[in-house]
């Protein structure tokens, strides 16, 4: 697992320290299925070599986290950002596609 720095808002494994003052765009709100639990912080890290897919989160692991979290998208920055990284289509599939015939 990639250790990251230890600061103020977050420990080496990138888990948000209770307290720590992050803005929104730094963070998505996740919450357990099937529980009446409050939202959780998971720190958002866009380079999904630095994210430790278990601790933090990128758009590499977000579905991995989809199976036991439910991902508040539309509740912080970093959610919107993230879901609109995740509906945009790549450049890989964009080249793939077929051509339209002409009509």
Known sequence: MREM????SHDE?????????LSGNDYV???LRDSE?????ILLV???SRCNHG??????C???????????????????RLREALDAPSADAAD???AEADS
Do not use: M
């Open 29 to 31: 709100l996740v919450s």
């Open 46 to 48: 866009w380079t999904p």
């Open 5 to 8: 720095k230890n600061t103020k």
């Open 62 to 80: 977000v579905e991995s986290w989809e199976l036991d979290h439910l991902v508040h998208y539309d509740l912080t920055g970093g959610g919107r």
């Open 13 to 21: 494994d990138g888990v948000i320290k209770p307290g720590a003052k």
């Open 37 to 41: 639990d409050p939202y959780g912080r």
């Open 55 to 60: 601790y933090t989160l990128c758009v590499e």
């Open 96 to 98: 793939t596609q077929p």
